[in-house]
C-alpha cells in the first residue's frame, strides 16, 4: 500500500523569501513517481512538478524545486523566492505501478505574507 | 498547452437524482481517471480508464458509478441515485503513459446533492 504524509497542515512565509513543504512517502513498489499539485482557492489542481524513483538529479521547474531524499522517502517542495499568488493548498501525490491509482497527502495550505 | 475540459463547473441535484459529469481529456492521452475531493478533504482516486475499460477503481466506486466513453472525446462518470454524501469536486485527469506520468487535471465539477 501506498502512503504520503504531509505533516504541515499549515504554513506561512514572507513574501519574497524561500519555503519547503515537507512530503514523506511509503510504498513497496520499486519503481514510482511523486508530484506535487497545488490547489488555489478557485479549486483547479495544477501540477507543479514531477520527480522519478530512478531520477539521478532533483527536479527543478523555475520557482519550484523537489528535494528528493530516497534514503528518507521525503520529497520536499522548496518554493523560492515566494509571491502572494503562491498563497494556496499544496499536495504531494505518489504513483506507483499501478495506472493512475495515485495517492495524496492530506495537503499544506501556505499564505504568503506581503 | 491543451488542457482537460470539465462540463459542468457545478451541478446541484436533488438525493435520488441521476447526475452525469463530462469530461474531454487531452488528446493524446491514453490513461483516464476520476478523482472526488469533499470539501476541506483530501483528494480521493476513483477509477482509472484505459483501452475502454475500468483498470483500477477504489472501494468508493461502487454500483452506484459507472464511467463510459462513448466517443472518441468525452470521458464520463454517472453517479445513479445521488446521496448527500455525493456532494463534492469532481475531478477528471488524464495522462499520457500508465507510469510515473503526471496527472493532469480539469478544473473539476462542483457537486452538491440537496
Known amino acids: 500500500a501506498q502512503k504520503i504524509t504531509q505533516t504541515q497542515p499549515g504554513m506561512f512565509v514572507q513574501e519574497k523569501e524561500a519555503v519547503t513543504l515537507d512530503c514523506t512517502y511509503d510504498?513497496?513498489?520499486?519503481?514510482?513517481?511523486l508530484f506535487w499539485y497545488k490547489q488555489p482557492s478557485s479549486g483547479e489542481m495544477i501540477f507543479l512538478i514531477y520527480?522519478?524513483?530512478?531520477?539521478?538529479q532533483n527536479a527543478t521547474e523555475g520557482r519550484y524545486s523537489l528535494n528528493f531524499q530516497k534514503a528518507r522517502k521525503s520529497a520536499n517542495l522548496v518554493i523560492s523566492a515566494s509571491q502572494l499568488g503562491d498563497s494556496a493548498m499544496y499536495f504531494c501525490?505518489?504513483?506507483?505501478?499501478?495506472?493512475?491509482?495515485?495517492?495524496f497527502g492530506d495537503g499544506t495550505t501556505l499564505t504568503v505574507k506581503p | 498547452e491543451p488542457e482537460v475540459t470539465q462540463t459542468p463547473s457545478h451541478q446541484v441535484t436533488q438525493m435520488g437524482q441521476e447526475v452525469i459529469l463530462r469530461c474531454v481529456p487531452i488528446?493524446?492521452?491514453?490513461?483516464f481517471y476520476w478523482y472526488r475531493q469533499i470539501l476541506g478533504q483530501k483528494v480521493e482516486f476513483l477509477v482509472s480508464?484505459?483501452?475502454?475499460?475500468?483498470?483500477?477503481k477504489s472501494e468508493i466506486f461502487d454500483d452506484q458509478f459507472s464511467v463510459e466513453r462513448p466517443d472518441g472525446s468525452n470521458f464520463t462518470l454517472k453517479i445513479r441515485s445521488t446521496k448527500l454524501e455525493d456532494s463534492a469536486m469532481y475531478f477528471c485527469?488524464?495522462?499520457?503513459?500508465?507510469?510515473?506520468?503526471?496527472?493532469?487535471f480539469g478544473n473539476g465539477t462542483r457537486l452538491t446533492v440537496t
Open positions: 485527469a488524464s495522462s499520457e503513459f500508465e507510469n510515473n506520468s503526471p496527472l493532469h
Open positions: 510504498t513497496s513498489d520499486p519503481s514510482y513517481g
Open positions: 520527480q522519478g524513483s530512478y531520477d539521478q
Open positions: 501525490a505518489m504513483i506507483g505501478n499501478h495506472a493512475g491509482k495515485s495517492t
Open positions: 488528446s493524446n492521452h491514453l490513461y
Open positions: 480508464f484505459y483501452n475502454n475499460e475500468i483498470s483500477e
